[in-house]
């Protein structure tokens, strides 16, 4: 019996000694989540992802406002040229055995693109869009309005052309206003962002495309027209700016809305090659003042050859400058003389091996060469040059008359 006893005993101290853990471990599990009277578990279920909306790139924003800008203010001064002409038909049997003249018909041949680039409403295009003597060419704005266009001037080593718009056969047309161009090739650089205006195809008048400057200083052989000629062109703007066949001679501007080139030429076999030649307000006004002047462009002749002074070459002739133009330099037939005989060169006292460093107050250098100071003269114009002398190891002033190429 007082062994029954006892093991009751320690059966009732091990039932309360039970209860009183139970109790403490639910009021420390009670403190631990909360002070709640109901017991809490935390749910390892994930939390509801957050979806955010990322504002647009204020900078691309920017660049497309600015885009459409110039597209604006560009377009209106931008016109597209379709040219007509006679075109001889001919009649045939119902089997295509016999074919005789039979009258001609006007149609339209081809098209291009112009731009007005003066207060006195001139049209810059190219050549060979305005080529041929006996085509029409009717000059149509961005509202759609027609006029007549007349050319005016070739210019004999670039392809480039002048022409005007009449209203009628003798009133010009005088609304235009003139799309302003770059003071000088120094402010373009390779990768800058352009934009051109054409019409595409002969088809799709005013044409907006988007693209950067690839390369300068390019040199090219092109063909002219499809008849099997060919015109080598050196100088160009390269660019992957879309540019076809009809939105090609349309001008190529840049982000501030001024013109740097007109695109001139695309690359057959490859994919957003493109060349414009490069323009500057003074060589356009130079040529403007030809046409003024002589009723054709004409062009300024000095009378050397010459090459581009490297820095590498500066140094080993141990010059105080690293540029200029280098008479006798570069890639030079051997029967080709370095100075014309006779010409204005020659007659200065200019010889092979003299660097051109100056022409009047400008320095010589890649973006502005001896080629653009002669751009924007005249022939029988003067220009100051400033020359190292080879034979005197010094700094000459050579004050000459350009002559006519």
């Known amino acids: ?91 045939t049997d119902p089997y295509g055995f016999f074919y005789e003249p039979a009258g001609t018909v006007r149609k339209k041949v081809g098209g291009g693109t112009g731009f007005f680039v003066s207060k006195e409403w001139y049209i810059l295009t190219n050549k060979h869009v305005v080529s041929d003597p006996k085509a029409e060419y009717t000059i149509i704005l961005a509202n759609g309005r027609e006029l007549i266009g007349k050319v005016l001037a070739y210019d004999p080593t670039t392809d480039l052309a002048v022409i005007r718009a009449f209203s009628d056969a003798t009133t010009p047309y005088t609304e235009a206003t003139a799309l302003p161009i770059v003071e000088s090739q120094s402010q373009v650089e390779i990768g800058s962002f352009v934009v051109a205006v054409g019409n595409a195809l002969a088809e799709f008048q005013n044409t907006v495309t988007f693209g950067v400057v690839s390369g300068l200083d390019r040199q090219i052989e092109a063909a002219n027209g499809g008849d099997g000629n060919t015109e080598s062109l050196a100088g160009l703007i390269q660019t992957d700016t879309a540019i076809n066949p009809g939105n090609s001679w349309g001008p190529l501007v840049n982000l501030q809305g001024k013109v740097i080139g007109i695109n001139t030429a695309i690359s057959a076999g490859a994919n957003g090659i493109g060349f414009s030649i490069p323009l500057s307000n003074r060589v356009v006004e130079a040529m403007i003042k030809s046409v003024v002047r002589y009723a054709q462009i004409k062009r300024s002749f000095i009378g050397v050859r010459y090459g581009m002074l490297s820095p590498a070459l500066a140094q080993s002739m141990k010059l105080p400058f690293t540029e200029g133009a280098l008479i006798g330099g570069g890639a ?60 005197t190891n010094g700094i000459e002033i050579v004050n000459l008359t350009l002559g006519e190429s």
Do not use: H
């Open 332 to 391: 030079l037939n051997a029967d080709t003389p370095s100075v014309v005989p006779n010409s204005p060169g020659a007659q200065a006292g200019l010889e092979s091996g003299d660097i051109i460093v100056e022409a009047d107050g400008r320095a010589i250098t890649r973006t502005f060469g001896l080629r653009e100071a002669l751009g924007e003269k005249l022939p029988w114009d003067t220009i100051i040059l400033k020359v190292f002398k080879k034979k």
């Open 1 to 91: 019996m007082k062994f029954a006893r006892l093991f009751l005993i320690s059966l009732a101290v091990c039932g309360a000694i039970s209860i009183i853990s139970a109790y403490l471990m639910i009021r420390f599990l009670m403190n631990t989540v909360g002070t709640s009277n109901e017991m809490t578990f935390t749910s390892k279920t994930p939390p509801t992802p957050v979806v955010t909306t990322t504002a647009p790139n204020a900078n691309l924003v920017s660049l497309e406002s600015g885009v459409k800008s110039i597209a604006s203010q560009v377009s209106p001064s931008v016109v597209s040229i379709v040219i007509t002409r006679e075109v001889q038909t001919y009649r």
